[in-house]
């Protein structure tokens, strides 16, 4: 490990505030959906990324590196692209039915999934522990959707099939994470989802414009301001993971539930139950251990911030 790779204390604090960062998009997404269409915000989310990170790689380009925009698995990227605007759009629109604190945990399945795909389609060898935190995982799941209760009902499909589209996406990029600078795959990440939602915006049936022109200035502002939240978080992550290991970093991901129970009991008034507690609990950490596990078995260097993530904003 490098010099610059010890100092953990500053990469959980980053990682921290990357929690803060999508909890507080995802609470601002929950609020904006109520007065613009959700596949406009998706679009400005990932309109921002692609500016962002273009302007990032420009100045790279700039300082003498010429290979900026270069990636080495064009095919790689737009199938990556693909899965993360999937995730997204199951969760931009998932919290317009479920609490954020609720629906972050239930997505943070997505390590558990990842143990499971990793067993029924690589055929990998999954020891009895990893075997008991798949269990454990969904069991948790199951405390806070509490089936038969009416609580949640249809909308429950949102964050499962979010925490499956993601772990897909973990299984891809773990291959080839390694090949690719982080910074250039987030750029392709937000130009795939920009150029889509462009195309689907621009060619189906969805309203546009006169959302637009009935916004207030600070609704769109809070658009923009989505687009900041969702492209720092995945600096952050990129920044902590070159100061502390991906096994010290990993658990504190699982702060981003708190966060988002503090805010929704702050700004929407709502405070999960008791048994909405205890399921949170039981699967963030079942999450966090089959995270941490995970990455351990890797054969190669820690992973990038491209495969570390437990969930996609």
Known sequence: MSVARHRPLLGIALIVLMAACFASMDSTIRYLGAFLPVLLILWARYSFQALTMAIWLGLQRARGDAGAFRSAHPKFQAVRGLLLLATSAMSFYGVQYMPVAEFTAINMLTPVVVTLLAALVLHERVSRLRWALVIGGFAGALIVIRPGSGMFGWAVLFPLAGALTYASFQVLTAKLSALESPYTTHFYTGLTGMLLLSLLLALGPFPVLEPLRAATGGQLALMAFI???????????????????????????????????????LFFDHVP?????????????????????????????????????????
Do not use: E
């Open 273 to 313: 139950d008791g048994y909405a507690w205890l399921g949170m609990g039981v699967l963030s950490a079942c999450g966090a251990a089959s995270a941490w596990l995970n990455v351990r078995r890797s054969q190669r260097p820690p992973p990038s911030a491209v495969a570390m993530d437990t969930i996609a904003d």
């Open 227 to 265: 687009g900041l939240l969702g492209t720092l978080g995945h600096l952050l992550l990129i920044l902590a993971l070159g100061l502390a290991p991906t096994g010290t970093l990993m658990p504190f991901v699982y702060v981003q539930i708190a966060v988002a129970a503090a805010i929704g009991w």
